[in-house]
């Protein structure tokens, strides 16, 4: 079972770059959320999507646009890269936002130079 | 929002029980606890999930007192495997970011 995917696992990217990060899901869950890991640190919340067709701000939102594409996917896009935005970048899933069970990909790994 | 407060790190050895604590003074009457580690270069895995007294699975076992300001998290003889970032969750039925929101975590350093 693939359960949650992300593309690509690493990224490097110049200041004022952008590319959108792939989340894909095949557990037909209805919630998915974006977080960003720095180093040492713990995830902090990007956006996230409580069914399909929604989307809503989560602690980090600024610099960040998402795409719920239909239920398997869930976008992340930068549209301007900065430095600040070097982390390693987090997509989960559950199977509603009521259900505090949630399956994380292996993460992508962006670095901003 | 409910804050959850745990200690930064953890020392223990090999075959030793482990009991992370977790501080939510502010839990609200919804709110459920839920646990998750992460490996080092991994996305969090999903522990174990409790409302009050005690929850068991193969993993971990969860106590939550009658108040339900604290839970504890055992780890039954660990391993060096166990090495990993333990977080404590607080969230509700009726706040499905809430239920997500990570703190900092408690690191576990099991010695052989």
């Known amino acids: 079972n693939a359960g949650v995917t992300q593309t690509p696992k690493f990224q490097v990217l110049k200041t004022g770059q952008s590319m959108t990060l792939q989340c894909a899901q095949d557990m037909n869950h209805n919630s998915m959320y974006w977080y960003r890991q720095d180093p040492g640190m713990g995830l902090r919340l990007i956006y996230y999507s409580a069914s399909e067709g929604t989307t809503d701000k989560g602690e980090v939102p600024n610099g960040y646009n998402v795409s719920r594409l239909n239920k398997r996917e869930f976008s992340l896009r930068l549209e301007s890269a900065a430095p600040s935005q070097t982390s390693v970048y987090f997509c989960a899933s559950s199977s509603s936002a009521v259900n505090t069970e949630a399956f994380f990909g292996q993460g992508t790994r962006l670095t901003v130079v | ?112």
Not at chain 2, 38 to 53: E, N
């Open chain 2, 1 to 112: 929002l409910a804050k959850t407060t745990q200690p930064i790190s953890m020392d223990s050895y090999e075959g030793q029980e482990v009991n992370i604590t977790c501080s939510h003074n502010n839990i609200a009457t919804n709110d459920y606890i839920t646990w998750y580690q992460q490996f080092p270069s991994q996305g969090p895995r999903f522990i174990i999930q409790g409302y009050k007294t005690k929850v068991t699975n193969e993993v971990a076992s969860l106590f939550i007192p009658a108040d339900r300001k604290s839970s504890t998290l055992s780890l039954p003889r660990v391993s060096l495997s166990d090495t990993a970032v333990y977080y404590c969750l607080v969230g509700g039925v009726d706040t499905g970011r809430r239920a997500l929101t990570f703190g900092s975590g408690t690191r576990l350093q099991v010695q052989p």
